[in-house]
């Protein structure tokens, strides 16, 4: 079973802070998404990452996927309170795969 | 709004019970997977279903079972309910090709009591 490990499980800052969330795992990945969840929704698509060593930027939110396609970075520049969410990475294993693997999330909250 | 609608919002049932969860996709969307999202297992793959067949299983108790129709909307059926059950069920769907974005429903909330 192919595992994705997220980290922090919880964060807590101020707006205006910088931030960075990870998401690790053994395995190589084809491609890794990072998905949002507000609460009492499902989960919506933020990114992409296929190749090795990309960085995928949106608006303040960068997105690095590891050399080996084994780990993935999000980081948050100037953090605001409509940032607050679960950040869910989900990575796609095999050629073909069809079946996403999910973390279990870093739940954030930025502090107005 | 995603496109995928989910019934019901909310069900509250007994152990031992039986319920449908169903899900409708995207317009034109021929693939729907099942998710089981709780706070210790986080989001769980459940089901695959490509236009009317299954495609993919994940981790899926004998008890529940799936299946999608000729409109492609697709139905959840869990039985013998145990108080574990309890969690998010999620439905998404997308075109079917391999790494496609998937696009959720609302969910559902199963309470078994």
């Known amino acids: 079973t192919q595992l994705l490990e997220q980290s922090p499980q919880f964060l807590s800052i101020q707006e205006g802070e910088n931030l960075t969330v990870y998401c690790n795992s053994s395995s190589v990945f084809s491609s890794l998404q990072w998905y949002r969840q507000e609460p009492g929704e499902g989960p919506v698509l933020l990114v992409t990452?296929?190749?090795?060593?990309e960085v995928k930027k949106l608006k303040r939110l960068t997105f690095q996927f590891g050399d080996a396609r084994k780990d993935s970075s999000l980081h948050i520049t100037a953090a605001q309170p409509g940032d607050t969410g679960l950040y869910l990475c989900?990575?796609?294993?095999?050629?073909?795969?069809?079946?996403?693997?999910f973390g279990k999330g870093t739940k954030l909250s930025v502090i107005p | 709004d995603s496109g995928v609608t989910q019934t019901p919002k909310h069900l509250i049932t007994a152990t031992g019970q039986r319920v449908t969860l169903r899900c409708s996709p995207r317009?034109?969307?021929?693939?729907v997977y099942w998710y089981q999202q709780s706070l210790d297992q986080g989001l769980q793959f459940l089901i695959q279903?490509?236009?009317?067949?299954?495609?993919a299983k994940g981790n899926i108790l004998e008890r529940f079972s799936a299946q999608q129709f000729p409109d492609l909307h697709s139905e959840l059926n869990l039985s013998s309910l145990e108080l574990g059950d309890s969690a998010l069920y999620f439905c998404a769907s997308n075109h079917g090709t391999a790494y496609n974005e998937q696009f959720f429903g609302p969910g559902t909330r199963l309470t078994v009591l």
């Open positions: 989900a990575g796609y294993s095999g050629a073909g795969s069809y079946q996403l693997t």
């Open positions: 990452v296929v190749t090795g060593g």
């Open positions: 279903y490509y236009n009317g067949e299954e495609r």
């Open positions: 317009s034109g969307d021929l693939s």
